[in-house]
């Protein structure tokens, strides 16, 4: 490969995979003979206009190959059954079977639909995930998850499937709308507090040239923030434990989405909020300092994502958390940060001490 600087890291999950970072689009096709079966048919998954910007770019690679291209429009609505099912009439009128190899090139939605997708064709069809979103990049393509929606619920179909190989080319973030890289930024700065002190160290004194977009900057950053994913996803591929931490900032963050009827906020900036909701209960139990929370809502103000929610409603907001998947028994699943860099998975928090960290992010 020539791309001047590029990196392999492994998932060493149940089956293990490479995920290439900072490699070109122009350089998959080339790539595809490494795969232990032979490829021939190409199915690329993608929206309209992530491929009238990189489509040309990646299809260079691809010209010893039979490809068809299912264009979906762009939106969390597409990840539907009703989706799925035109996708798959599509894929036999192109004459796809077992043998096709699936590429999901685009954020999340595209790497969530083309992954159930490509779980479900003909009982299971190989996939790669070419992520062109921040959040995509450093979060959704790597460890498997894929799904789509359904009336009752997000993501409440899906699947594991892991993909052949991830490749991300981080040129594809030049044209991102900075709402869309806030939505990676939060997950990003997620990942630094779980896990990565350095990486949280590297946010902190780095924030003109990410919000500068600085080339050298962004390959540092992205790389980091998804070597965080690669390593928790090899320890707990199917979450039965420390995968869960990921989940930090998604209780409350998922509570204020829905309450608002996932209007007037981002997924990034509920999970902004989230975070700070979280910062605040850890501090009130004593995992974190006073300081350390504030160091933590200094970091998200530094980027423009939100750390207080005026006029919400505290109860309200408890009331959305009881519907959360991770519940268990009864019980709240809440991910807290355990200083800066470090998290854990808490079962014994109270409402008295959730209504009280939502009061302090209503209070700000
Ligand atoms: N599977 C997982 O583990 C996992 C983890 C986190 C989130 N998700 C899912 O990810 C989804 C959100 O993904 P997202 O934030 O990437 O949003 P998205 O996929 O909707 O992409 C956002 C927008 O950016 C556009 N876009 C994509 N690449 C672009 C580029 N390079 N330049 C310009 N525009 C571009 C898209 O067309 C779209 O309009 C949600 O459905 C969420 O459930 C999944």
Redesign the pocket.
Known sequence: MNSPEWQKIEVLADRKYPVYLGTSLEELGAYLPALPEKVEHILIIS?Q??LD??GGRLMKGLGDYRVNLLVVP???AE?SLERLSQLTTAALGYGADRKTLVIAL???????LAGFFASVFMRGVRLIQVP??L??QV??SI?G???VNHPAG??ILGAFHPPQAVWTDFT??E???WL?VE??LA?SIKHALIADPGLFNFFETQVDSIKQRDPLIWRTMVTRSSSVKVKIVSQDEREQGIRGLLNLGHSFGHALETEMNYRGVT?GQGVSIGIVAAAHLAGAKGFISLAEVERIKQLLRNYGLPIAIPGQNPQALLQRMQADKKNQGGRKILILPQGIGNAVISQDCTDNEILAAWQQVISG
């Open positions: 929206h206009k992530v910007l990189y762009a939106g969390e990840k685009g954020g999340g939605v595209i790497g969530d062109t979103t959040l995509a979060d959704s460890g998850k894929v799904a997000k993501n594809t973030l044209s991102l709308p869309e939505n990676g997950e997924h």
